[in-house]
């Protein structure tokens, strides 16, 4: 059983799309968080909200507490955004992660 | 460069061996997390420390401990290595419990 579920798996776009990327959690949580990671390996924290909608960027993420969903939206996107991006949740002391979906953007 | 460091890099060793990663927060920050990041599993919380104390245990395994100094750097150890253990070992710290995390560049633990 995932805590945390992502989609899609697997996403490419042309340069210039704007791109969605929804996550869905099962147990309550303090905050929902945002993660990238370049094929080099390092993680880079994009967002952490526990309500509404924060925007950095051409970067906006949304989440709905009562549907317990949120989404990663890329506006104008561009290669340097190719990447995996996770949705993790912290829940109590603990902390759940997705299977992350992996994003190619296409020049 | 998000302050974070972690040392080694890379570590190589063979099944059975005990290692020790380390990890360095940002200045200022009291809270240290360790993930585990592996092909099959993702990515997993292992640990929180705060100012020194842990905080929440995650899915570590007991062949596994950490600790926080004074200091407020921290150490992973890891024994009695298995070839299932190899994987990516993050740490991440923040200013307090709940805030957010910046992570470091990982450790790539490799067992033969």
């Known amino acids: 059983k995932n805590e945390v579920e992502q989609s899609p798996q697997n996403l490419t776009a042309q340069e210039g799309e704007f791109i969605t990327i929804n996550c869905s959690y099962s147990v309550g949580i303090s905050a929902l968080h945002w993660l990238q990671q370049h094929p080099g390996g390092g993680i880079v924290s994009l967002f952490m909200l526990s309500s509404g909608k924060k925007k950095h960027g051409r970067l906006i993420a949304t989440i709905n507490i009562q549907e317990k969903h949120s989404s990663l939206h890329i506006t104008a996107s561009h290669p340097r955004d190719s990447a995996v991006y996770i949705c993790a949740v912290s829940s109590g002391n603990q902390f759940y992660f997705g299977t992350g979906t992996s994003l190619t953007v296409i020049p | 460069d998000s302050g974070v460091t972690q040392t080694p890099k890379h570590l190589i060793t063979a099944t059975g061996q005990r290692v020790t990663l380390r990890c360095s927060p940002r200045s200022g920050d009291l809270s240290v997390y360790w993930y585990q990041q592996s092909l099959d599993q993702g990515l997993q919380f292992l640990i929180q420390?705060?100012?020194?104390?842990?905080?929440a245990k995650g899915n570590i395994l007991e062949r596994f401990s950490a600790q926080q100094f004074p200091d407020l750097h921290s150490e992973l150890n890891l024994s009695s290595l298995e070839l299932g253990d190899s994987a990516l070992y993050f740490c991440?710290?923040?200013?307090?419990?709940?805030?957010?995390?910046?992570f470091g560049p990982g450790t790539r633990l490799t067992v033969t």
């Open positions: 991440a710290s923040s200013v307090d419990m709940g805030s957010e995390q910046y």
């Open positions: 420390y705060y100012n020194g104390e842990e905080r």
